[in-house]
């Protein structure tokens, strides 16, 4: 899909939450949504016409009702019409090309945590550097696993509205919890804290400084007055939260940092050139102005986009960027086909983490073949643990994977085995009957 004679068209579409980040007591869980999905899918739109006409046939055949194709309304399709997932897959894989970013929310605070208050960017020499990353990796895991649900609810709430007693509460906090900890990390932990909190503690008083010379000196302030707009120092470590369209405040969006890293994704696969490419995205009745702020500031803002989830196969350095318009998916079988497969991503993950067995071993072959075919292409981008991904997913899909690769050198392709997996879902449903 990398012809630029014709516009190709990226289709977005959510599962999950696509609201802030807030935990409360009562709602620890995300309101049982514990992750957020974004995907992303490619169509030239003389593709489009062909597409629905085959959906048409897929609903058919799998007796689904439903006029629009939408995942949390297709009764049975994780489960007993699974095979519709895999048969969709198989007919857009060879001319579209997919982008899925999933995100596990308490994964995300926590690694917003790290970012904030104990490894920020300041004064970092090598901020970028791979040992830097990984240690950021390292620290969000330990973070995500050993401080209690009231900390993050504590985090998510004062990011919400920002203040310096806030930022300095977290400080003071965070390090009492960890001394609490007995852990080997715990230490370098606090090390790293108290070295935020020197960091600054040295941009409050250049801050102050500066404000002195400024009211001081007329002149000075006249060429300088900007600066008292500038974002006072304890913002820098704390999320900066956005505004819906009610003016509201709202905190850490999923949707922003999955939707950002799409968009770089896409400038890397495309070799940062973006001007024949269009996104479409789903409606969005509160976040579409924020979505459309990153959107248009992407080349602008490159060098300040919070990198936390960066991908290695994705250039936030821009040159250009793509259009972006936003759609009703009712008419939009882009649209529709993107929610499927943002659905499926979500609930297939959520299965395999949390060892749910209400699958047939049948149904359960036809999941692990289809994330195994993104995982093989690298489609899906994972943001969560590393216990859950390189620890759990990834080691189940590598080994699906291998076995794709062993039929295949001896003759039998990844089609046959497709098929295969689909006749054999089909034939055990019937004799049910």
């Excluded at 995300?30 to 959906?55: H, M, P, R, V, W």
């Excluded at 010379?213 to 302030?221: E, G, Q, S």
């Excluded at 973006?274 to 924020?290: G, K, V």
């Excluded at 529709?336 to 149904?363: C, M, R, S, W």
Aim: net charge negative; proline share 2%.
């Amino acid at each position: 899909m990398k012809d630029k004679g014709n516009v190709i068209k990226y289709y977005i579409d959510e599962s999950g939450n696509t609201g802030d980040l807030i935990m409360t007591e009562d709602n620890l869980n995300f309101s049982g949504q514990e992750y957020f999905t974004l995907a992303c899918i490619g169509f030239e739109d003389n593709k489009l016409k062909e597409l629905e006409e085959f959906t048409k046939k897929l609903r058919k055949k799998y007796k689904i009702q439903n006029k629009e194709l939408k995942f949390g309304k297709m009764k049975g399709i994780f489960g007993k019409k699974i095979g519709f997932i895999l048969e969709l897959l198989k007919y857009i894989e060879e001319d579209s090309k997919i982008f899925i970013e999933i995100v596990d929310k308490k994964y995300i605070i926590a690694t917003n945590i790290v970012h904030c208050l104990v490894n920020p960017p300041y004064f970092q020499l090598e901020k970028d550097s791979e040992e830097n990353k990984q240690l950021h990796l390292v620290f969000s895991q330990w973070i995500y696993t050993y401080i209690p649900n009231d900390f993050f609810i504590n985090f998510s709430n004062i990011s919400r509205t920002p203040s310096e007693e806030g930022l300095n509460k977290l400080f003071d906090d965070l390090i009492q919890i960890i001394e609490e900890i007995d852990s080997e990390m715990s230490s370098s932990m606090i090390g790293n804290i108290k070295e935020s909190i020197d960091d600054y503690k040295i941009m409050k008083k250049q801050y102050a400084k500066d404000r002195k010379n400024l009211k001081n000196n007329k002149k000075y302030y006249q060429r300088n007055k900007e600066f008292l707009q500038r974002r006072k120092p304890y913002t820098y470590f704390l999320p900066l939260p956005d505004k819906n369209k009610r003016g509201e405040l709202i905190g850490i969006l999923p949707h922003i940092s999955s939707f950002t890293n799409l968009h770089a994704r896409l400038n890397f696969y495309y070799d940062n050139d973006l001007s024949f490419i269009s996104i479409i995205h789903d409606n969005q009745a509160h976040f579409d102005e924020i979505i459309e702020h990153y959107h248009k500031t992407a080349i602008k803002e490159n060098d300040n986009i919070d990198k936390i989830f960066e991908n290695e196969r994705a250039n936030f350095s821009f040159t250009s960027i793509t259009s972006l318009e936003f759609q009703d998916d009712k008419n939009q079988i882009g649209l529709q086909v993107a929610d499927i497969f943002a659905g499926f991503t979500n609930k297939a993950v959520d299965y395999i983490i949390n060892d749910e067995k209400y699958l047939t071993p049948e149904e359960y072959d036809i999941l692990l073949q289809v994330l195994a075919s993104h995982y093989y292409i690298q489609d899906i981008n994972y943001v969560i643990p590393i216990e859950h991904n390189v620890g759990k997913i990834f080691e189940i899909l590598e080994h699906r994977v291998n076995e794709i690769m062993k039929n295949v050198r001896i003759g039998i392709d990844k089609e046959q085995i497709d098929n295969y997996l689909l006749n054999r879902l089909s034939k055990v449903q019937k004799s049910k009957k």
